[in-house]
């Protein structure tokens, strides 16, 4: 019995929409960004609020769109991925759409194989990113500003 079979492959924020055909949702999050993936079978189209993933206007931003596709190899060739993404920056968003690409194809494919892919590549591309923002405090303008201390 081989990894894939026998056990199944859990993957955070990710989940089965429909059965047959097989149509996985995966969500991804950075600080406000918020990606939603839907995986499903197809042709390796991968299209990011509506544009091809080749169109995105910022390069930074689509190379770290594209490494879960490129670190899974042939197996994102077998899917359409189509995702939302609303709120945060440029580069939060493209993080938030990484994780989103990268949980969907593992709960997709259920390949553990690929999920410890993406673990030894990053693991915040499965896990997520705990760090938040600190909250404001009262009578301060932001969370840890303080009063200029002058000595003379």
Do not use: C
């Amino acid at each position: 019995m081989s990894s894939a079979e026998g056990q199944k492959v859990e993957a955070l924020g990710a989940y089965i929409a429909q059965e047959t055909p097989r149509v996985i949702i995966a969500v991804g999050k950075k600080k406000t960004a918020v990606a939603r993936a839907v995986v499903k079978p197809g042709i390796g189209r991968v299209r990011i609020n509506g544009y091809p993933l080749e169109l995105w206007p910022v390069e930074m931003a689509r190379l770290k769109m594209s490494e879960p596709l490129v670190l899974a190899g042939e197996l994102a060739k077998k899917v359409d991925i189509e995702v939302d993404v609303r709120g945060g920056g440029y580069m939060g968003q493209a993080i938030a759409v990484r994780m989103a690409i990268a949980r969907g194809l593992v709960k997709f494919f259920e390949n553990t194989q690929l999920k410890e892919i993406y673990l030894t590549y990053d693991p915040y591309m499965i896990k997520g990113d705990p760090r938040r923002t600190e909250p404001k405090k009262p009578g301060i303008k932001h969370a840890r500003s303080k009063r200029q201390k002058a000595y003379r």
